[in-house]
């Protein structure tokens, strides 16, 4: 499996009224953590659009256990589960740095597409990366 930690911290304009996080900006957290584990990896996002692929999030989830705060400092260990023909399934733990303390659980559901979003094969630099894909 690859997984990837990536560390954030929490600054005024992430925190709403209550002192807690917006909820919403943890798909954020997801979206800076995801586009670090590819770029870690070798892939760019840049790239894989020029090769004329999008990834879209076709479905995303997340199941809040308790809120960081202003100033925790947060990892989001982020995981890629796999693929079933052209979807990409990432999961995604967010913990508070201090305590190691499980703050959220989420996933997002990818499909590749082409650039006009029809469903497409995922490209040879996918495959080429992750051992658990098999191609047809």
Known sequence: ????DYLIKIFYK???QMGLVYYSRYFEFFEQARTE????IGIKVSGIEESGYLLPVISATCNYKEGAKLEDEIIVKTVIEGM???KLKINYKIYRKS???LLVIGNTLHA???????PKRPPKLFLEKFSFISPD
């Not at 499996?1 to 990837?4: A, E, L, N």
């Open 1 to 4: 499996m690859t997984s990837f």
């Open 99 to 101: 305590d190691n303390h």
């Open 112 to 118: 590749f597409t082409d650039k006009k979003y029809r």
């Open 37 to 40: 584990l590819l770029n870690n």
């Open 84 to 86: 079933i023909g052209i």
């Open 14 to 16: 992430d925190i709403d």
